[in-house]
């Protein structure tokens, strides 16, 4: 696309396997992405990253999101855009 220059802030950049969720949007199935292993991403402040040890880890999460997808929902919530919090997605997975 022919940039010139790319600034980021050290906190939104990720490496390493994991599951990208929305944070703020409509949700929908085809948000939740995979991170690859052998890459870097610059990412923004309206998705929660769920690092994983490896591949395999992360495709199972986003199995189980869309095998449960009407739990997954239940997480939104707004009257404009939909949001989630990180303390909602812990909830969900059981994470204190």
Known sequence: VGLKKIIIGKQLVV????VVIPRVCN???NKIALLDGAHIYA???CVIVIRTA????AEQIRTHI???WLDFLTIYSGTGAQYTTLAKVKALFGVV
Do not use: C, I
Not at 54 to 57: F, Q
């Open 66 to 68: 869309l095998n449960h």
């Open 43 to 45: 990412l923004s402040d």
């Open 15 to 18: 490496d390493g396997d994991g």
């Open 54 to 57: 490896n591949k395999d880890d």
């Open 27 to 29: 949700p929908s199935r």
